[in-house]
């Protein structure tokens, strides 16, 4: 066991998932389809690919997920036992406005979050909710380009205000965008995790479209915030950005700007979010790449006044970037510019594996941002083996969060950084974002289903079940 710091009073631990990852009822209570619904499964080595022709007697292992939609109660008791104060999880857009544009919103899919927020509140666990996870209704997609519409602007935010308006004596923490940035790392013409639902056109310049689309976001993300102050000022609205911090493969200084070229490009959606501004050089960029973002006057107002509450965050590895001679301009492409790490080690997916980058991401946007900070992922997906009494012993995972946890405690006793929480990737197993797996495994909470949707779908408690309640317990004493 490892000695940690104790985290300040009212540090919230919890754990985090995403809907179309856990509930399935794909069909139920007057759900629409999203684009989760219709990604194949794939594999470490085979890509996800959409496939519109839903039930053609393909996998969709979103349909399923861990059956949480039936299973919620159960599964909340079981983390109020861990000792959650907080549950991350995010609403299905798709069951509030089934297609996106409807003018009402679908009261089954309200009633549903009603019941799941009451179920965590009567355990004592705060929910923290995520609007839009990887799950932009197909129709906004299909029939209105996705956030390359400004009418899906609107679309997102009076979901936005539904959700607000309905659940803000329950729900104090909210989230716009998961991940919003995942799309600079987006080549292929889909738009499997991303939430903006962008499908290129042949020969259309991605960058640009990309930054377009991102724009709308961040501009739908800033009405959010101001909406939901004007519901209620105690709501607290955040961002959500995948941090995997990028560092130079060596102190060549070459290749230390190129490292910080590529933290800038990866990472601005993290200035506007917070900041309410494009950053200059993101300007000059543009210009000199004769990329075209439209962006108006009242779009820039908008943005201002919408800065973030907090910045929520996910983090999982780090990365590194070397200067190249064939590219003396340091243009950073998120598919093709990293380099392999020779000192950290690898997951069996091959995440890079790096605690202490954690911290060193901590410092670094709280020095740029300087806002509070909730980790609302961390965590490590490896395979798991149920031994004959059901038992699943994965100290590797415990090792993984032991380990960051250390790391993140450094950061907010020592460096000073404020961290509101804690909520590790998964509470429960889930289908993986970008294979669709199960056996890609991250939840402390162990469900026996395989990556064809076969099991009993049982619950069973992990080691690291019983490792984190006690982490919990000493409030981070003992990792
Ligand atoms: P999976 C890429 C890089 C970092 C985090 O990922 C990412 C992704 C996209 O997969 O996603 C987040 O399941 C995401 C979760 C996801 C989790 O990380 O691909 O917010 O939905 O499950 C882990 O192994």
New binding site residues.
Partial sequence: MTKGYKMPEGFLWGGAT?AH?VEGGWQEGGKGLSIADVMRAGSKDVKRVEDPAVLDGQIYPNHWGVEFYSHYKEDIKLFAEMGFSCFRLSIAWTRIFPNGDEATPNEEGLAFYDDVFDTCLANGIQPIVTLS??EIPLKLVQEYGGFRNRQVVDFFTKFAEVCFRRYHDKVKYWMTF??IN?QTNWHDPHPL?QNSGLILEDGENWEEAMFQAAHLELVASAQAVQIAHAIDPTLQVGDMI?M?PIYPLTAKPQDVMMAERAMRYRYYFGDVHALGEYPAWLLNYWAKRDIHVDVTEADEAILKAGAVDYVGF?Y?NSGAVEYKADNPDMVYDESNSQVPNPYVPRSD?GWQIDPVGLRYAMNWMQARWNKPMFIV?NGF?AYDTVEADGSVHDDYRIKYLSDHIEQMEKAVVEDGCQLIGYTP?SAID?V????GEMK?R?GLIFVDADDAGQGSFKRSRKDSFYWYQNVIKTNGAEL
Avoid: R
Avoid at 432 to 435: D, G, K, N
């Fill in positions: 995403a990852q996870h990887f998961n991940e995942n995790l995948a995997s996910s999982y997916w992922e997906g990737w889930i993986s974002a970008s294979t890609k991250y």
